[in-house]
């Protein structure tokens, strides 16, 4: 069961043998169909997210927008690709409040409200400042979508598709990264101010599609139990885990888990603030994942590639527009599906081995455009440029498998009902912390020394090896609640307060 500190088994599946009054395949069961449909509208803040990354390459390369910002030098242009985490920074901390007084669904729809508004606005703006403000204004509303939307998601999914929906969850970002990339190239023979205007008019759709799912999906029966609206809880169970039998076994089940959770960490008041996380050694294990993620996905070299792929690109020979944004929803289009593969594989083989896997395969692949970088600034082989092109594909594929869909995913799921917003919202401050001085920084850096730069993300690489090997554990197969059995072990809180009603439940399966 232990191997090198980490917990490596699977979780028990108890869920698995219990009846359950549903389709096995969930497309031919109406309360699954309409359940899975509305999470994944709410995937659209992952999309939303996905559409900004891609919208400020594909905006580098437009000479309309160039006109727009003016004779910018690196440093204004870093931070105004950096704005939207300026923007979310401040937002998640008091989002998780919002989040855990007011529910899941009106943070979201909060958060996505705004960003309908700032993509309006920035439509209509003129000049980089005031482009500059809407993109903290969208980095706000985001905030408070990205905080609710990942565990209000998990909360809410069938526990035979919770695993499947969490790591789902971030691999969407790529979707949103295609439409961006190909709204692009529609208007790059567009020649007037339109040509930028009408994409970031189009930031408001996956927004609006946010809102439209909070219309089908429901409420989280773990915050309508934490809030003593257990009849409520049940019903939605009920309604959307079975078909509305509320005797299914398998939705009493889940109740019960999920009830004497909740009360337990209601009489260990310590669970249910920011002191959680120094209070014991699975708690401080906990927030340090949740910190070193955040870092980790903004500084494995993806963040330089991201939102500076023009200027690499200039940097090995290729110059043309065209050609720049063909190989953007190329590559947009490779993270999409490695991603999708990378979410379907974590459920099947585990998280662990995703981790440890993407990590080796990044370093190796980056090491090698860092050379061949080298080689063509030095030496101007126009094939050693090509060849960075090819290699930067692999790199990100081997990104996309485990950074991706993980991202989101790890951080809610070791996570406790009562610090999941916090914890979530730490992690996110975080990633967007970080990605502010990684976009503020990469301009600057790769004006001053170019493809030496890359050097520092080949040390961040090899750093993150020993940091997954020996600090993350491995969660696949365990229900929201028997993870804490992962951190804190067999005497974790959730086994010492079985109820009697749940062990016969347990006893009839």
């Not at 803040?45 to 990354?53: K, R």
């Not at 993980?406 to 970080?434: C, D, M, Q």
Request: glycine share 10%; hydrophobic share 50%.
């Amino acid at each position: 069961m232990v191997a090198g500190g980490v917990i490596t088994s699977s979780g028990r599946d108890e869920y698995k043998t219990l009846p359950n009054n549903t389709n096995k395949t969930w497309v031919k069961d109406k309360g699954l169909r309409r359940l899975n449909i509305g999470i994944g509208l709410m995937f659209a803040s992952a999309a939303a997210n996905g559409f900004d990354g891609s919208l400020m390459n594909g905006l580098l390369t437009l000479p309309e927008f160039t006109k727009n910002m003016g004779n910018v030098n690196s440093s204004i242009l870093g931070l105004i690709i950096a704005g939207i985490s300026l923007g979310g920074m401040p937002s998640f901390i008091p989002a998780s409040y919002f989040a855990d007084y007011f529910g899941r669904k009106k943070c979201v729809g909060l958060g996505s409200f705004i960003m309908v508004c700032a993509a309006v606005i920035q439509s209509a703006t003129h000049g980089p400042w005031a482009f500059f403000a809407t993109r903290i204004m969208m980095g706000v509303g985001l905030g408070f979508a990205q905080t609710a939307a990942p565990p209000l998601t998990t909360e809410i999914a069938h526990p035979r598709h919770r695993g499947a929906v969490t790591a789902s969850f971030q691999a969407i970002w790529h979707w949103g990264s295609i439409v961006s990339a190909s709204v692009i190239i529609g208007t790059l023979y567009v020649y007037n101010s339109w040509s930028w205007r009408a994409p970031c008019l189009i930031q408001a759709l996956f927004p609006g599609l946010q809102l439209l799912g909070l219309a089908i999906v429901p409420e989280s029966p773990r915050w309508l139990i934490s809030k003593g609206r257990t009849d409520e809880a049940l019903k939605v169970l009920a309604k959307y885990h079975a078909n509305g039998d509320v005797d299914d076994r398998l939705v009493q089940f889940e109740f019960n888990e999920i009830r004497e959770t909740i009360e337990m960490d209601k009489l260990l008041a310590n669970r249910s603030g920011w002191k959680y996380f120094i209070s014991t050694a699975g708690a401080r294990r906990r927030l340090a994942i949740c910190i070193l993620v955040g870092f980790m996905i903004q500084w494995a070299g993806n963040g330089i590639v991201s939102y500076y792929l023009a200027p690499i690109l200039r940097t090995v020979g290729i110059t043309d527009p065209t050609e720049q944004a063909g190989i953007n929803l190329a590559l947009t289009v490779w993270n999409a599906i490695c991603a999708t593969g990378g979410a379907l594989a974590a459920e099947k083989y585990g998280r662990r081995p995703l981790w440890m896997i993407s990590t080796v395969l990044m370093l190796i692949f980056f090491s090698i455009v860092t050379a061949l970088s080298a080689v063509f600034a030095e030496k101007n082989i126009k094939a050693a440029g090509s060849a960075v092109v090819a290699f930067l594909f692999l790199f990100f594929g081997s990104y996309d498998i485990a950074y991706t869909p993980l991202s989101i995913a790890y951080p809610v799921e070791i996570l406790p009902f009562y610090v999941r917003a916090k914890g979530l919202s730490l992690n996110l401050t975080v990633v967007f912390a970080t990605g502010f001085f990684n976009q503020y920084v990469n301009p600057i850096a790769l004006d001053a020394i170019a493809w030496k730069f890359y050097f520092v993300y080949i040390g961040c690489l090899l750093s993150f090896i020993f940091i997954i090997y020996f600090l993350f554990p491995e969660t696949k197969g365990r229900t929201l609640e028997e993870i804490a059995t992962v951190f804190d072990g067999a005497d974790a809180g959730t086994e010492l307060y079985i109820s009697d009603e749940k062990k016969e439940i347990e006893h009839i399966a």
